[in-house]
């Protein structure tokens, strides 16, 4: 085996310690790189790769960076995904014979990096770990950056875990090998990079000690392991105290709305589905907060909605008084302006990496606090005054700093200039000594100028050979022989000391050291001890950033009009007028259509809702799911009233997230949602499901979907939204006493459609996707032979439908169908009576309303949604009364076919089945014969 050279032999050593991270191994100036991982990180910072020898048999690959600018560097390797090991030398090269002694002092990973530039401040960066005992899984979850630790266990279903640590959205991951992997797989794609670490070791003492033996004792034996795994492993890679975590929150998953990954991004929570961007998302439109805590604390909330009443009660009334509070919103957003992260300046103070600047910036930020203790003390809110009653303005902390720190000081903390003149007498002393000093060097430069007349002659410093008299080669001639030692040459002038100056230097360079030295001191000093109020702070960001979070849902509440929802125990939903937050928010106009919702438990918990493409299904259905979130996170909601019932999970099944993980295809996707959401909802579930069914052949789709709405009907009973393509499933309203058809509403007019985006009683019958794909701007070709096509199948369906529907119900298939009977009608009125569809009846409906025929808008009871704006309909006595001519050609046909004899003969037989006394066998038997005859015509 190759020998290699001590230093070699040494980077070998320790980089066994940090097999999975990169290893910055210093010398002297430099982090160097060998090896592979030289080879790698050369290509991954696109630095030159170059190598040396090492006793070895070849020249050793190697890489390096400045140390200097090494942050930089790192940084991009954590983005990356990657770890990397920080290897110091900890001792003086300079002091030491042979090899000088190198320890790792730190493992930066993606989950523990304390930089800002890289969490992004308006975000918290979580490190998670999990594991599984006794029938549970454990999560813990940490954000080293704001001093934030949660845990919580939740049964061993990966569901619930998944969907538990995807509400963080970690960095990283540590904890059992065996659940890691199996996360890995479930994690959604597109979001952000995860590194795995599987980790074993779990250190209890170091928890307690942490933490207190009374926090320890709190916690469950599952909790335990996992928080212990996760200090471990932090106290493994920080090498350092880690004081910014002074609290264990225990919580239990129970007490929050239960929203899956896709759910969350379906309903585009925290950001879009397309761009995933903020812009767009419900987060976007709500967070108006003024500080970064409050922004995470806002994020948070959307994240974990919440099931108890009265915790919403006290949320919303902060958010209530502080919506009719302008004034005193725009002082208090003043206020909060100035405020700077506090939690992250707590978390750097207890790192040990705040500098001068972060100790003003916590001055400045403390310096607002008993403003706004003040604005909310007095405030006609009984949650803003508990709150101001809760804060310690932490007032001798602030004190503290501004006796020490000047007002500037500079970004390092080495080089003095940080304290402030009259804090500490020794380091004034020595300040004078130095001032005192430069003074004198002035003099001696004024003096040596008036005695050899030379008045180019100048007193300069540098750093090898400190003060010297400078004087240019012209001028030499003039200087006294004897005084001068000769120190440098330089082109056109020569440097020069004398031995008074050089005593003087020494005196000011050792003032200047003691000075620094001691400014260090005193500015670590002050640092220890703020770390010790930590915990104070983190208490006082936390109140800070909930006044943040109630003054934006205040603010965003009243400037989009929002009301404050009605909460209740209770099964019904009822929304009058709403709106969906973010989609009405983004139209420049005011045209967004208000669409009300009565989700009730007698009789309307399932709203069946048909209507073509573009007509705003998905948007409504969102709209209802926004709705309850937004009241169970305590912020105002977009209606003109919402009654709102404590929903314990909201489950949505919307085609356009389609998420193909490993290779799945959109059906097997869509029917494992539907197969979480049959085992989980409860009847205090909402459900959306958006074309449910589509994906694949027509028949199977429709049978799928009616057996998913019975089950959910029979057997969860909660409330549901569900949108289909299948118009022919409008006659479930006949057999599930909970469903009822509804259809957004649309008006023809000559070949135009016109989407009214209004929700009405009913079910559809087109979805006019020939005429989106018109919008969309499909070749004329394609369009005209589709619509071609589509007749043709028009007429084929239409003469099976006469044909097939008796026989299907004669099969014992299908259940009773909604839509008037063959048998019901008879003679050539049926198949046309076929024809016209809910809508069609609406669209002349509403050109009744329109002309003032009050008879006709009579015979329609009154419904959710009803309140249908006249205006809407203005063009509409014309229009509804000319269809596509498509379509009436369509309509013409069916009646032609209507008086065939052959056509009267299927009808006449499905009529004289004896549906209710005949097997399956004979049923069948129909149905081959229908089809022959159908076949024949
Ligand atoms: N209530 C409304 N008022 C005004 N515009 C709306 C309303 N609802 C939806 N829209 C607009 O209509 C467009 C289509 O809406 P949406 O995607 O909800 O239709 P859809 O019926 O689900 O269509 P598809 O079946 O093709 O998915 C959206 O761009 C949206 O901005």
Known sequence: MAKYTPMIEQ??????????????????????????????????????????????????????????????????????GYKVAICEQMEDASAVKGMVRREIVRVVTPGTIMDSKVVGDRSNNYMVCVTGTGGLYSLAACDLSTGELYVTSVPASEEWLRDEINLYEPSEMIGD????????????????????????RREDELVKSQFGEAAWARLEEERRICVSLLISYLSETQK????????????????????????????????????????????????????????????????????????????????????????????????LKEIYDLERLVGRIAFGSANGRDMNALKLSLGQVPGIKEMCGTAGSATLRRLAAEMDACEDLRELIEEAIVDDPPVSVRDGGIIKPGFHERLDELREASTNGKRWIAELEARERAETGIKSLKIGYNKVFGYFIEVTKSNLSSLPEGRYERKQTLANAERFVTPELKEKESLILEAQEKMVDLEYALFTELRDKLNTQVSRLQKLAEKIAEIDVYQSLAAVSAEHRFVKPELSEGYDLIVEGGRHPVVEAVM????????????????????????????????????????????????????????????????????????LIGGQSTFMVEMADIQVMTDKATPRSLIII??????????????????????????????????????????????????????????????????????????????????????????????????GLLQGLEQVSLLAVGAGQGAAAAAGGLPGDGSPRPHETGGAAPLKELRRSEPEAQADEAVAIASGTAEAAAERGPAPGEVIQLSIFDEADTAAAEHADARRQTAAAAEAAAFDPQVKGIIDAVKGADVMNMTPLQA????????QKARDL
């Open 240 to 335: 350092r105290s880690l004081g910014q975590l002074t609290e264990i929150s225990s919580y239990e998953p129970g007490q929050y709305m239960v929203l899956d990954p896709f759910t969350r991004r379906n309903l585009e929570l925290v950001e879009t589905v397309r761009e995933r961007s903020k812009k767009g998302s419900l987060l976007w439109l709500l967070d108006r907060t003024e500080t970064s805590m409050g922004a995470r604390l806002l994020r948070r909330r959307i994240d974990k909605p919440l099931l108890s009443k009265s915790r919403i009660e006290e949320r919303l009334e902060a958010v209530e008084y502080l919506y009719h509070q302008y004034i005193l919103r725009e002082d208090l957003r003043g206020a």
């Open 924 to 931: 069948m038997q129909l149905l081959n014969e229908l089809k």
């Open 690 to 787: 958006d074309e449910l069914g589509r994906g694949t052949s027509t028949s199977e789709g429709m049978a799928i979907a009616q057996a998913v709405i019975e089950y959910v009907h029979d057997h969860i009973g909660c409330k549901a939204l569900v949108s289909t393509h299948f118009h022919e499933l409008a006659h479930l309203q006949e057999s599930l006493s909970g469903l009822r058809n509804f259809s957004m509403a649309v008006q023809e007019s000559g070949d135009k459609v016109h989407f009214l985006r209004k929700l009405i009683p009913g079910a559809a019958d087109s979805s006019y996707g020939i005429y989106c794909a018109r919008l969309a701007g499909l070749p004329h070709s394609i369009i005209e032979r589709a619509y």
């Open 11 to 80: 980077y070998l050593k320790i980089k066994e310690q940090a097999q999975d991270a990169f290893l910055f191994f210093r010398l002297g100036d430099f982090y160097e790189m060998f090896f592979d991982d030289a080879i790698l990180a050369s290509k991954e910072l696109e630095i030159t790769l170059t190598g040396r020898e090492g006793g070895g048999d070849e020249r050793i690959p190697m890489c390096g960076v400045p140390y200097h600018s090494a942050e930089g560097y790192i940084q991009r390797l954590i983005e990356k």
């Open 588 to 659: 420049k106009d005011t045209s967004f259509v208000a669409n009300g919702t009565e989700l009730r438990k007698d009789g309307s918990s399932i709203l069946l809702i048909t209507g073509p493409n573009m007509a705003g299904k998905s948007t409504y259905m969102r709209q209802v799911a926004l709705l309850s979130i937004l009241a169970q996170i305590g912020c105002f909601v977009p209606a003109e009233r919402a009654v709102i019932p404590m929903v314990d999970r909201i489950f949505t099944r919307i085609g356009a997230a389609d998420d």
């Open 177 to 200: 090998a065996d659940l890691l992997d199996v996360i890995s797989g479930q994690m959604p794609p597109g979001g952000r990079a995860v590194v795995y670490t599987p980790w074993e």
